[in-house]
Each structure stands twice: as C-alpha cells, then as structure tokens.
C-alpha cells in the first residue's frame, strides 16, 4: 500500500514514481490518496500547524491495513508531518508490526546536516512508532532543487534504493 497526502502534486509524483518502481518488481500496489475534508491554501495550513496536530480526512478507501505486506506513506515537509497525513497515521487500524517506508516532499535538499534530526523524521517516525509500526526506510525528495527533483540522476537512484529497503526488509 503507497498512501500519501499532496498538496501541490509533488509528493503524488513521489507515490507514482515509486509504484511504478515496485511494479516494475512484480508487486501488486494499492493507492490511497489521503484527503483533507477541506484544503487550505500554503499559509492556512502554515499557521493551522502551529496549533494543531492533525486535521480531518476523508473517508479511507483502505482504513484496514493489516491485509498489505508492506506499507509507504509520503507527506509534504511541514516541519512536521502534514495535518492530513498525521491523521491517517492514528485513524488506520492493523499497522501494529507493520513494516512502513516514509517519503516526503520539501523545496529543501536532503544532504542538509540536521536532516536525521530534523522533525518530518522524528515526527513521522514516532507518530508511527506510536501506532505499533517499525519504519524501515525513508526517502527524500525536493520538489524545488534541481539536483534532487524527481527527474534529478539522484532521485531515480534514492528511489530505487528507498524501494530495496521496503521489498527486502
């Protein structure tokens, strides 16, 4: 299952690149497209993130996920996990000793120093922890920085790499 919230598209470029990837494998692939009950423009959702933790989705196609082998859920970088995402991960229910890979998306770029540290990983991470899940990989993809966009050399090979991780955990 490949679940992801996308604002602008960029982190959906992600989820159908890396679907495409473990189709190529042999995979079968689910998508579940995390949606907001309402979407609010860049700054709504700047200041909402500030207050907030979580944010009301839409009814899930896969709220039971216990059925798939493994799970990869993709969010734009808010600083911290987005709203729509965040509430995906509590509302899902069968994640418990899941093996999930975690993707997302900012204008950034990935060899930034703090970037282990930095709150999309801890957030995501422990939202998932939380939930009984084990993240067994993680991806990185600018949407803005030529060297690391979706088309970049570096990418293709992050996303390949992401997909190894993920198949043979």
Known sequence: LIAYYSRTKNTE???LVVKKEFEKRGHNIEIEKIKPVKEHHFLTW???RCFVWETDIQPLKFNE???FDRICIGSPNWTVVSLPAARY???IKGIEDKKVGI???S???PQEPYLEFYLPYGTFISRIKKQGGRVIAKLFISSMTPPWKIES???QKAIKE???KVEKA
């Open 13 to 15: 470029k992600v989820a």
């Open 46 to 48: 700047f200041l909402m």
């Open 65 to 67: 996920v216990s059925s």
């Open 89 to 91: 991960i509590k509302e």
């Open 103 to 105: 993707f997302y998306t």
């Open 107 to 109: 204008g950034g770029f």
């Open 153 to 155: 050399k570096y990418a």
């Open 162 to 164: 992401f997909c190894d």
